[in-house]
């Protein structure tokens, strides 16, 4: 279906919201995270990692600068005290008061976004986010299918899936959405580099097709022929058979015979 094309469609987004404030909120932020917080116009917001020393993801984010020193951090529901003890542990003499709040929020896919919107990249067509506000007219409810269907062929990580923090963020395709290299230091920021300036990631998020309807174990081990090359993160029906997101060698190539616990699969 074409980007043009795509039916409005809303769904529920849980979310855990962190209020971050006061004189230092954004120094405090931009030491931490790892995309460029400081350089946001009041309004606007990026994606963001909470990485560990050694660039594993602890938490992704989205950051929204409400004014100059008031930012909306938002996470995965079960991330939020996680987040909020990391920013915490780290305060020291930062003078930012971090506090939750609460808010709902609507995942609208298909459609221009208003102004005040929240971008979303995780599906291949036009989505976005609304905080405490109504559906656009003419919305109908997103299957549950139908969103993971599109968010696996856009090869987009889902945590507790596709993230956890056994996962770089090079390896999850996330180094383009959530990664600033001009910025200065925070947590993972030196391997994240290394990685990026010298290397290659050995396996990277990848779309399979299975035979049959019955959809893989988490964690299924993918094979070309003896050799165990990958592991499925995500899946879900499609058609006549079922759509796959798994990490993968990159040595493995396009169109490789695959199997998962014996089934065929192709990479897609």
Known sequence: M???????????????????????????????????????????????????????????????????????VLTEPELGERVQRELTRFRLAAKATIEPEQHESLLVVGGEPPEGALPNADYGVPAYELLDGDPPAGAEPAAEDELELLRIEARAPRWGRDLDERVLPAEAGLVERAISF???????????????????????????????????????????????????????????????????????????????????????
């Open 182 to 268: 001009t910025k200065g230091c925070y947590p993972g920021q030196e391997p994240v580099a290394r990685l990026h300036y010298r290397g290659h990631a050995n396996r990277t998020l990848r779309v399979l097709d299975l035979d049959g309807e019955e959809l893989p174990a988490y964690d299924a081990e993918v094979r070309l022929g003896e050799r165990a090359v990958g592991r499925v993160t995500s899946a879900v029906a499609a058609g006549a058979g079922v759509r796959a997101l798994a990490y993968v060698r990159t040595d493995v190539p396009d169109g490789a015979e695959l199997t998962v616990d014996g089934r065929p699969a192709r990479l897609h």
């Open 2 to 72: 074409s980007v043009g094309a795509f039916p409005l469609r809303v769904a529920r987004r849980p979310r855990a919201f962190l209020r971050v404030a006061g004189p230092d909120a954004a120094s405090f932020l931009q030491r931490l995270v790892s995309n460029d917080v400081e350089a946001l116009a009041p309004g606007a917001s990026c994606e963001a990692l909470l990485l560990t020393p050694k660039a594993r993801v602890i938490a992704p984010l989205r950051i929204l600068r409400r004014s100059g020193d008031d930012f909306l």
